[in-house]
């Protein structure tokens, strides 16, 4: 079961966060949401319900939790650049998912607003100086601080497993 809920595997940021990985992140955050939209966009209704794995979520509910999540991580980058190390809200992100817009309405929106998240993200951090990547929040469920740096990584492997997520359920029959 661990192969179908980390496809990629888990994250596991590095010790030391080169400009190359931040790099890579950036071009990551930069074209997922066009990824997305070219993975999905063609998709029926009965394809959109197709799940990566039992009791997994649907690929219509994984599009618009990319949306959910990428949305308040960008909100959490803004806190961190403007306050002193914020603690942020934790959101229960799977009853979000089973919400009526993260469960059946149309990807578009979310599409849409990814779009905008990313593009924000993108050029937020591409000119972020080296003290800004090291500024942090705290996140309460983990106990810990994180920086920006970490937060881009991190994000750019989000994106990534649930574009693989997305492919698992389009080749399941479930």
């Known amino acids: 079961m661990e192969h179908l809920r980390y496809p990629i595997g888990r ?3 590095p010790d030391v966060i080169s400009q190359d990985n931040l ?16 993975l999905t966009e063609s998709l029926s209704d009965s394809e959109l319900a197709k799940t990566y794995r039992p009791e997994g979520w649907t690929i219509r509910q994984v599009v618009h939790h ?9 909100i959490r980058v803004k806190l961190a650049l403007t306050e ?4 942020i809200k934790p959101y229960e992100e799977a009853l979000w998912a ?3 817009d993260g469960s059946s309405l ?4 979310s599409l849409l607003q990814l ?5 924000k993200w993108y050029h937020l951090f591409n000119r972020l100086s080296a003290d800004q990547w090291q500024r942090t ?9 994180f920086t920006l740096a970490e937060t881009a990584l991190t994000y750019a492997w989000h994106g990534l497993h649930h574009m693989e997520h997305i492919k698992l359920a389009l080749r399941s029959n479930t």
């Open 11 to 13: 994250f596991i940021a």
């Open 23 to 38: 790099l890579m992140a950036l071009e990551s955050i930069r074209t997922f949401p066009e990824e997305l939209k070219h």
């Open 66 to 74: 990319c949306a959910d999540s990428h949305s308040n991580s960008f």
């Open 84 to 87: 002193e190390s914020p603690t």
């Open 98 to 100: 089973a919400l009526f």
């Open 106 to 109: 149309p990807i578009e929106p």
């Open 115 to 119: 779009q905008g998240i990313h593009y």
């Open 137 to 145: 929040y705290i996140h309460p469920e983990h106990g810990k601080s």
